[in-house]
């Protein structure tokens, strides 16, 4: 019997040992794999922050529950040498109204009351989203989705590999994949997954195996530290429609490699929250705005 201890500062979470979820997912290389020779890429990371400005509650003929959010997304370009340049044409700021309200002519009523209300303000013209969790992460999730796409098509960048926050919503033609930092699921079985505690740091990484799901992906496991195996790694993904099998197989060997020399030893969420996503991060909090102005903001025209 092995005892694992996680000492990253989170909340506990009974549910963060893996599920088994193997019954549409099928190798296509050993379990674990040497890592062979690669070619080196350019690569973008895309990612997105969030902040609770404020719930609401609207007199609408009844109450109507809301929640003022302002969200962020962008991208850093790290290249061959390890330098990084944040991509500042790319970044997209957004204030979003999330609310369990499906009723479009309510929804736009709320729109023009609140945009009269805030019209010489920060808060203007916000963005209007139902859901009926009063969740913004799907939001976000297409704001990153729009910036990678955004990126994908530039000229410049064109070669470059992008990696997304999480896993892929939507198709994209070009070099996109995803980057899964909690494993919910262990997507092969569970001996198999297992066997994964005997992958080395740069030196192997899971086979890539397919998902079946509506839309195919590849998908692959690697190892970012030594120390407790399953909190050490990050599954990666991709579209079957996007990569030819040598390419996938490149770019595996190749993330596997080069992205546990972004290990950053300074943040609380180390080592899945790598260096280059942690700054740009910290950069995109900055263009939230000053959480106490806005409040300040809200209470007085509330006044």
């Known amino acids: 019997m ?26 296509i290389e050993d379990n674990i794999v040497k890592i062979g020779d690669f ?12 902040r609770k400005e404020a719930n609401i509650v609207v007199e609408e003929n009844k109450l109507i529950n809301l929640a003022l959010f302002s969200v962020a997304s962008g991208g850093i370009l790290v290249n061959k ?12 700021v957004k204030r979003v109204i999330i609310t369990n309200i499906g009723d479009e002519v309510i929804k736009d009523n709320i729109r023009y009351k609140w945009n009269n209300l805030f019209k010489d303000t920060i808060l203007y013209l916000p963005i209007i989203e139902t859901d009926k969790d009063f969740s913004v992460t799907n939001y976000l999730r297409v704001l990153e989705s729009s910036v990678a796409e955004n990126i994908s098509n530039t000229e410049l960048l064109k070669d470059s590999l992008i990696i997304l926050d999480g896993p892929l919503q939507m198709s994209f033609k070009k070099r996109v994949i995803g980057l899964v930092k909690t494993i919910r699921e262990m997507y092969l079985t569970e001996k198999e997954f297992l066997s ?3 992958t080395k740091v740069r030196d192997s990484r899971s086979g890539i195996f397919i998902i ?13 530290t030594d120390g407790i195996w399953f909190y050490n790694m990050l599954r990666l993904e ?29 943040d609380n969420r180390t080592p899945q929250n790598l260096a280059p996503v942690s700054y740009l991060e910290k950069f995109l909090k900055t263009l939230l705005g000053n959480s106490d102005i806005i409040e300040y903001i809200i209470k007085s025209k509330r006044e």
Request: glycine share 2%; net charge negative.
């Open 212 to 224: 079946e799901t509506p839309e195919k992906k590849y998908s692959w496991y690697i190892r970012l």
């Open 39 to 50: 070619d080196s890429l350019d690569t973008v990371f895309v990612d997105g922050v969030m």
């Open 196 to 198: 994964l505690k005997d």
């Open 2 to 27: 092995e005892f694992y201890f996680d000492f990253r500062n989170e909340s506990y979470d009974p549910s963060f040992i893996p599920s088994i979820n193997n019954s549409y997912c099928s190798l």
């Open 81 to 92: 040498n390890i330098q990084s340049y944040l991509l500042e044409d790319f970044i997209s």
């Open 238 to 266: 991709a579209f079957y429609s996007s990569f030819s099998l040598e390419e996938i197989i490149n770019i595996a060997d190749f993330t596997a490699y080069f992205l546990p020399g972004l290990v950053n030893q300074f």
